[in-house]
């Protein structure tokens, strides 16, 4: 995905991925947008550099969707919530909140509670499908209504020849 590609320091091309998903559409139940991660490895983006990511991982939900997909749009950390509303307004059923990993627990949990009280409606029930990137801790998994939550953490234990029994 987008991270992964950010964190090698490859580039992906929307066109390709957008064709890709053509391509294969029958067998895929769900795909994320092409979201724009801001700045590079080892330094911490500028508020202007996240604003222009945010932009750019929209224009790319935009284009996507007029590409007759309907890709899940990702919301993250340190973007403004004006973009979380701005998916709203675009007709998103199904958004993924990212940028959380290695976040402190505080951080993490004032930008989620912060994202469900946009997302949810006046009794506490989404108003959409939310999906966690990267979210499978405990206290995060439990204290949200989430639809969906995926991480790699899972198998780092058996990647160092550990085996979790209950």
Known sequence: GAFSAWRTGETLDLGDYIQFI???EKLLDTYINLDVI???RGTRASVREVDRAA???FDNYLAMRAARLDPIPVF???ESFAWLEKLLDSGAKYICLGGTVGLPTG????????CFTILTNSVGYPIVKIHGLGVTDGKSVLRYPWYSVDSTSWIMAPCHGMVIVP
Do not use: M, N, V
């Not at 951080?107 to 509670?113: H, M, N, P």
């Open 38 to 40: 801001p700045g590079e």
């Open 107 to 114: 951080a993490k949990q004032s930008f989620f509670d912060e």
């Open 55 to 57: 932009a750019a991982s």
């Open 22 to 24: 053509k391509r294969y």
């Open 76 to 78: 993250h950390y340190g």
